[in-house]
């Protein structure tokens, strides 16, 4: 038996589909992505090394050249953190704010969250934001290496992890806070904040711990990773990074590193909490009032304490939601009274580095600063918290890091712009700015003592950046060198005094340490005083280490084999590329970086939701199975996209062809379409229907169709945007010569414009404990127009259509998802709603008993689903309701704490269903509404990449036969 080569090219994309790039079909957690809104349209520079690639607005010298400084080093030290290493040649991608970087294009494709530093699944590109301190880039870039590599050994950290240990709860538990603590190691001010936790009884269990707050269990999870270096082995950690990238699971590696159960370390890490931090208190057992009320405010409301008054009285907090922070009012005998919200971007799965909303409050009043489209908002209001006025900040400041209301009439900032962080003067009326600083140091925090008018501010630079020699960059600083600077806290009069060094870090930091060895003193508490002992144990064990690598070094110490295998290296000069040397720079230009390609089996609509009655028979048509091969380019920042597609049929019908291009540089993006679309049709032969002369048509016919469209799309939120595509279609059935009648029969000809505009919301969002689930909602109203063209008597409809779809978690293996949907269809002629199957149907029927009539007023007709237990035409109108609930249980790693060796088993779901519609061809005056309703099971999940689903539905009751369908959606 000889097979078509269509029917073997779709077995092989069935059987390889992970070899591609990206997949044309849904995936399991797969959502609606957020939309992005970009305010600003920067004048982008590159910076090109062998090392790394770096792309920056202009005027961000200074933060190219620090990057280009520290990039080497600080890559070393996480490479031997990790023993991983950092592969290619990455793009560092610098916005001038971490707020900022939420415009950004980059990944918007993706329906998932992703982690800030934001690593890139195409491209090896690195998304980092600059939030007026260096030594916090310095943190960015480190977590940016830690993630980069993690994704490259294990897969994408929000996504499809390659790893078979990905479901594991311990495992999505460990990964991030594992990312950080590698990044950035366990420092004191972390023992401060797991110490307040502790105490608190954040998590005075494993399984509490492991269900907190996001930022709650991140640095449990360091804490965890500390724990196993200062309990077991120095590099416990790198070792189980190691066996997991042998492809052992979690679970073994850590037995395999500790020699201990996981179940064992949750126990003797608890107790370790223990003998640091001592029993744990309840909230209400400190003595502070004020003290506990935050307590009480992070405990019960996720929510921090930013102001009080003497009797705490009124006060303010702020509360973290989970994409959002709002500011409340509480006073004396009142209900807490909402300020505020400042939204937060839904795809981003981490906060810390976005520090706002911040707040001050003056004697009469309360001054709330954000980012708010693309600029600096203060909102102003009173002391009952009235609303007085809101403004925006001079445009050129990128963020502020901390201010105060001196008074009414000035304020003092640490603000920052184009990579420069300085303390000014702001004064509100006039929009003026007055520098207190100018350099490059990091100036953050404000502490102003009005009664000297003394501003105190916390200041400092990481280290040497080198420069060329003679060299001027943009910053406006002609030297060879940025020296380093000590960060503490210094002290500046108003009126220009010289600055002053209060206190550095370092010497605070050598206070505690010497008060930590002393026997005799007793300042420091014991958790602080634990901690620093273990860091003098570890630090005088790396001294001796790093003086006897030096002295071996000095003394020429390499072995006989290493002398030999190194004698024909290069001994010249290698160029220093951490040295910034401004004529590199260059302006960017609009180039490929991004190309993929992806092949998959495809059923989609694509131009046919809505399709023409006359030029289709009165048959609905039902895309078919096929290969769909397609591939596509886009710019670094993916504001512009090219994509070019082709679908092969899998049986006797023709080919898909289509191009297009997006263009998403501004707020407003579009795309511009062109779609050729080739199908069969077979009609009923009792369905005679004929030409204007009475002659009927052929019984067997091809459709081509010439489709050209332009879209527009525009957000209001990151949830909702309003959307426009104007189209013209051009349809040609042709009728194919099978005998002498049909040879010389016309085809038939038609020319339609299509417009259509929809509102779209969408609040969809995975759940805590299980990504395949949702909880939230989306919905979409919808208004096609269509106006046929060149026809002697032209047609005209429009239709109105509402899809609300619902989804409710009852447990974290159990999701109740509810859909209802309504349309109507009005104007001179109407649209063909007809029902009856599902989406992406493979073995789709029809009912051959319902002939619709070539008379009837119908220019359109378009397929509602789901209507499972029935054939398609089974039901139709030209006004329609249909509602759909379901409720799934996702049986292994859900409902069963089991997981099998199998992927598509651990995924499966099993549900029961019910659908009920009802329709009515309002045209008819005598028709009445006609109803069909059905229930069922269905069992889903993934095979191979692809989503499989069978329903079997029972129409009307038991007593009835049963149908299944099988259809490749979720």
């Given at each position: 038996m000889k097979f078509p080569r269509s029917i073997i090219v779709l077995i092989f994309l069935f059987a390889n589909n992970n070899l591609f790039a990206q997949q044309s079909v849904p995936a399991l957690n797969q959502l609606v992505p957020a939309y992005r809104m970009p305010y600003h349209k920067w004048p982008w520079q590159v910076y090109t090394t062998p090392n790394a690639h770096m792309y920056y607005p202009a005027g961000m010298d200074s933060v190219c050249a620090f990057t280009l400084a520290h990039y080497l080093q600080e890559k070393a030290i996480v490479e031997k953190k990790t023993g991983m290493s950092v592969k290619g040649t990455p793009s560092l991608i610098i916005y001038p704010a971490v707020s900022k970087a939420y415009e950004s294009r980059i990944g918007s494709w993706d329906a998932g969250t992703q982690a800030f530093p934001t690593i890139a699944r195409q491209g090896n590109r690195i998304i980092l934001g600059f939030n007026g301190s260096y030594i916090d880039l310095t943190a960015q870039l480190r977590i940016a290496f830690v993630r980069n590599m993690w994704q490259q050994s294990f897969g994408y950290i929000n996504g499809t992890d390659i790893r078979s240990t990905a479901n594991e709860l311990d495992w999505q538990w460990f990964k991030e806070g594992c990312i950080q603590y590698l990044a950035t190691g366990f420092s004191l001010a972390d023992n401060d904040v797991l110490y307040q936790c502790y105490r608190r009884q954040a998590f005075p269990t494993w399984s509490t711990m492991i269900q907190t707050a996001p930022e709650q269990q991140l640095i449990a999870v360091k804490g965890f990773c500390y724990f196993l270096e200062q309990t077991y082995r120095k590099d416990a950690v790198k070792q189980i990074l190691f066996q997991l990238r042998k492809k052992k699971t979690f679970a073994v590696a850590v037995r395999l590193v500790c020699k201990r159960s996981f179940a064992q370390l949750q126990d003797l890490y608890m107790a370790f909490l223990y003998s640091r931090y001592g029993q744990a208190q309840q909230i209400n057992d400190t003595a502070a009032p004020v003290l506990s009320y935050a307590d009480s405010?992070?405990?019960?409301?996720?929510?921090?304490?930013?102001?009080?008054?003497?009797?705490?009285?009124?006060?303010?907090?702020?509360?973290?939601?989970?994409?959002?922070?709002?500011?409340?009012?509480?006073?004396?005998?009142?209900?807490?009274?909402?300020?505020?919200?400042?939204?937060?971007?839904?795809?981003?799965?981490?906060?810390?580095?976005?520090?706002?909303?911040?707040?001050?409050?003056?004697?009469?009043?309360?001054?709330?600063?954000?980012?708010?489209?693309?600029?600096?908002?203060?909102?102003?209001?009173?002391?009952?918290?009235?609303?007085?006025?809101?403004?925006?900040?001079?445009?050129?400041?990128?963020?502020?890091?901390s201010f105060e209301a001196v008074s009414e009439r000035e304020w003092l900032m640490t603000a920052y712009t184009k990579g420069r962080s300085d303390v000014i003067r702001f004064l509100p009326?006039?929009?003026?700015?007055?520098?207190?600083?100018?350099?490059?140091?990091?100036?953050?925090?404000?502490?102003?003592?009005?009664?000297?008018?003394?501003?105190?501010?916390?200041?400092?630079?990481?280290?040497?950046?080198?420069?060329?020699?003679?060299?001027?960059?943009?910053?406006?600083?002609?030297?060879?060198?940025?020296?380093?600077?000590?960060?503490?806290?210094?002290?500046?009069?108003?009126?220009?005094?010289?600055?002053?060094?209060?206190?550095?870090?370092?010497?605070?930091?050598?206070?505690?340490?010497?008060?930590?060895?002393?026997?005799?003193?007793?300042?420091?508490?014991?958790?602080?005083?634990?901690?620093?002992?273990?860091?003098?144990?570890?630090?005088k064990t790396d001294d001796s280490i790093a003086a006897l690598e030096a002295k071996y070094t000095s003394q020429g110490g390499n072995s006989f084999l290493q002398q030999v295998l190194g004698s024909n290296k290069d001994t010249g000069i290698k160029k220093d590329y951490t040295i910034f040397d401004p004529k590199k720079v260059q302006s960017y230009r609009l180039q490929l970086h991004s190309l993929w390609f992806q092949a998959a089996i495809n059923n989609d609509y694509f131009i046919n939701?809505?399709?023409?009655?006359?030029?289709?028979?009165?048959?609905?048509?039902?895309?078919?199975?096929?290969?769909?091969?397609?591939?596509?380019?886009?710019?670094?920042?993916?504001?512009?996209?090219?994509?070019?597609?082709?679908?092969?049929?899998?049986?006797?019908?023709?080919?898909?062809?289509?191009?297009?291009?997006?263009?998403?540089?501004?707020?407003?993006?579009?795309?511009?379409?062109?779609?050729?679309?080739?199908?069969?049709?077979?009609?009923?032969?009792?369905?005679?229907?004929?030409?204007?002369?009475?002659?009927?048509?052929?019984?067997?016919?091809?459709?081509?169709?010439?489709?050209?469209?332009?879209?527009?799309?525009?957000?209001?939120?990151?949830?909702?945007?309003?959307?426009?595509?104007?189209?013209?279609?051009?349809?040609?059935?042709?009728?194919?010569?099978?005998?002498?009648?049909?040879?010389p029969y016309p085809a038939l000809r038609e020319q339609w414009n299509m417009n259509t505009v929809a509102l779209n919301h969408n609040h969809l969002k995975p759940t805590v404990h299980n990504n395949a689930f949702y909880s939230g909602f989306r919905n979409k109203l919808l208004l096609d127009v269509m106006m046929q063209i060149g026809s002697k008597n032209p047609a005209f409809t429009y239709g109105i259509s509402n899809q609300f779809e619902w989804h409710q978690p009852l447990h974290k293996a159990i999701n109740w998802v509810t859909m209802l949907k309504a349309g109507y269809s009005g104007g001179g002629e109407h649209i063909l709603y007809t029902f009856g199957g599902v989406d992406h149907n493979v073995n789709g029927k029809v009912d051959s008993s319902v002939l619709f009539n070539q008379q009837a007023p119908y220019v359109f007709q378009s397929l509602v689903t789901q209507l499972r237990g029935f054939k398609q035409n089974s039901l139709y109108g030209n006004v329609y309701g249909l509602l759909n609930t379901d409720v799934y249980v996702q049986v292994f790693d859900g409902l069963f704490d089991y997981k099998t060796p199998y992927s598509f088993v651990n995924r499966l779901q099993l549900g029961a269903f019910a659908d009920v519609a009802w329709a009515r061809e309002t045209w008819k005056p005598d028709a009445l509404w006609q109803q069909r309703h059905s229930f069922g099971l269905s069992a889903k999940t993934i095979l191979a990449g692809y989503p499989i689903r069978l329903d079997l539905a029972f129409p009307y009751n038991f007593s009835q036969s049963p149908m299944l369908h099988f259809s490749l959606r979720l």
């Open positions: 405010l992070l405990e019960h409301h996720q929510a921090k304490l930013i102001w009080t008054n003497a009797d705490t009285s009124s006060a303010l907090w702020i509360r973290q939601g989970t994409e959002s922070r709002s500011v409340w009012m509480q006073q004396a005998g009142q209900k807490p009274k909402k300020l505020y919200t400042y939204l937060l971007p839904s795809w981003i799965s981490n906060y810390n580095w976005d520090t706002y909303p911040l707040v001050q409050v003056s004697a009469r009043r309360i001054y709330i600063i954000a980012p708010e489209k693309g600029c600096m908002q203060v909102s102003e209001y009173s002391s009952s918290g009235a609303k007085l006025k809101r403004s925006a900040l001079p445009r050129g400041i990128d963020g502020i890091s009326g006039s929009l003026k700015v007055i520098p207190v600083t100018n350099d490059l140091a990091d100036n953050t925090l404000l502490n102003t003592d009005k009664s000297t008018g003394t501003i105190r501010y916390y200041s400092g630079y990481p280290d040497l950046v080198k420069l060329k020699k003679n060299s001027r960059i943009k910053d406006s600083i002609v030297a060879d060198t940025i020296k380093g600077r000590a960060y503490g806290w210094y002290s500046n009069a108003l009126e220009g005094k010289a600055e002053q060094l209060l206190i550095s870090d370092s010497t605070v930091f050598e206070q505690e340490l010497q008060a930590a060895l002393s026997a005799t003193d007793t300042s420091l508490s014991q958790h602080r005083k634990t901690w620093l002992l273990a860091y003098h144990k570890q630090k939701r809505l399709q023409p009655y006359q030029g289709y028979l009165g048959t609905y048509k039902y895309p078919e199975i096929g290969g769909m091969f397609s591939s596509g380019y886009s710019d670094i920042f993916e504001q512009h996209q090219f994509s070019i597609g082709y679908k092969l049929p899998a049986g006797t019908e023709g080919s898909d062809f289509f191009v297009r291009y997006h263009n998403k540089q501004k707020r407003l993006d579009w795309y511009a379409l062109y779609f050729r679309k080739v199908e069969s049709l077979k009609p009923d032969p009792r369905q005679a229907w004929v030409d204007a002369q009475g002659i009927p048509y052929p019984a067997a016919a091809k459709v081509k169709t010439y489709y050209y469209e332009l879209g527009f799309n525009y957000p209001f939120t990151y949830h909702s945007a309003v959307s426009a595509t104007i189209a013209y279609r051009k349809g040609r059935t042709v009728f194919l010569a099978t005998d002498p009648y049909s040879l």
